[in-house]
DNA sequence: CGTCCACAGGAATGACGGGCGG
DNA sequence: CCGCCCGTCATTCCTGTGGACG
């Protein structure tokens, strides 16, 4: 018992006098800095785009594309700041919305969020989605503005949606008088354009703006940027900074990967009481980030998929690797054992391919001729790292504690 | 060179809980 | 309170298919 007193007054005090962290916020991937290096050209295409709204005409719509941590939501947001600070100025009704397609992946939340930016609250169940969208659309009209709905991560709104709302943001011109509508869709799916109903992609697609990789020089140049405004001074050194952007360069040049490193390696340096940010502390982070991000991930899943899981982290275990038959056979057996309903074939091999959306396994199509086609199943992330997810379960972990 | 395996994955449908407007 | 609509999980039935085997 004195013991614990002992470790949370160590923790306590070791956070108080912490001379990592000045502000630490600055590294989180929702912090919008003042400047965004290497992205100067991407900022002034899309100024340039907007600006007509301070005109009171409509801008083109833009799409715009880029790997994960390229900057495009950051480079979005900052535009729009910008913008809807200098319409204030001038007297100009611009409503900006920034939708996250991710969370709100159905037309009908999209509609939602879009009806929140105009001041309109509606249920977010128990209407139609037409009607919804009648009303979102005849409070804009009567507001005389420009709206600028920034669609991020729109691949996945299309993939679970479609794409109809977007071609009705598009067209809406024919259904409004005095408001009018510009769509800025953010992908990082270069495959979906071609998924896009052509009107759409014609609309959508007036301009087109491309955000390539960081190399691991820019993701340097990003680090020190906000290191310089988040550690204290001597808290960090240049090779820490290179170790991480190295580490996300190796990635693909993932600018939000690289400052949660930093961040957490911080955090942890800050918790061991230690001085300084060192090389090793970044290797812990990477772990640490995994793991966490794997149990976050777990944890939602609901029963039957985390059994799912759970046959194929066996059957990974044994053979390296397996394949669909096998996991629902493993599957069969885990459930019988907790004494639970087992679902069809059919709807594990949609599991399968959820836990594949979710980066936990990875599941490739392949034909062993004679012997059938069928998915060959790996684990993406480390084992143990699974394991110590499911545990977290009451009805999982009685298969472990067994046997 | 055609068969036919072992599934992939689309379509239609339904049960269910949640939450609205009227 | 009812009727309606939503999203989610699941089932049933189905057609499609790469390539080793015969």
Known sequence: MPNEIDVLDKIFTNALKSRIFINRDVLRPDYIP??????????????????????????????????????????????????YAKALELGIDIIPCYVNTRQDNTTYRVILKLSECVGLKLPFTG??????????????????????????????????????????????????????????????????????????????????????????????DILMQRAKLAFAPGAISKDVLSLCAALAAREHGDARRALDLLRVAGEIAEREGAEKV????????????????VVEVVASMPLHTKLVLL???????????????EVYMQYKNLSAKLGIENVTQRRVSDIISELDMMGIISATVISRGRYGKTRIITLAVPEDAIIRALNEDPYVSQLFSRS
């Open 311 to 325: 046959a194929i982290v066996d059957l990974v275990k044994k053979n390296g690797k397996t394949t669909t038959g």
């Open 278 to 293: 060192t090389v090793d502390h970044v290797y812990k982070a990477l772990r640490e980030i995994e793991v966490d991000r």
């Open 127 to 220: 209407i139609a989605t037409s009607e919804a969208y009648r009303r979102f659309l005849r409070i804009l009209d009567s507001k005389n503005a420009i709206m600028i709905a920034v669609l991020d991560e729109i691949d996945f709104l299309v993939k679970r949606s479609g794409d109809e709302i977007l071609y009705r943001l598009t067209r809406s011109g024919d259904e409004l008088s005095t408001s009018k509508i510009s769509v800025i869709g953010i992908t990082n799916d270069l495959k979906l354009v071609e998924e896009l109903d052509p009107r759409v992609k014609s609309s959508l697609g007036e301009i087109e703006l491309v955000f390539p990789p960081y190399n691991a020089l820019q993701l340097e």
């Open 34 to 83: 003042d400047e965004l290096p290497h992205r100067e050209e991407q900022i002034s295409k899309l100024g340039s785009i907007l600006a007509p709204a301070l005109k009171g005409s409509k801008p083109n719509n833009v799409f715009i594309y880029g790997l994960t941590g390229t900057g495009k939501t950051a480079v979005t947001k900052y535009v729009l700041k910008r913008l």
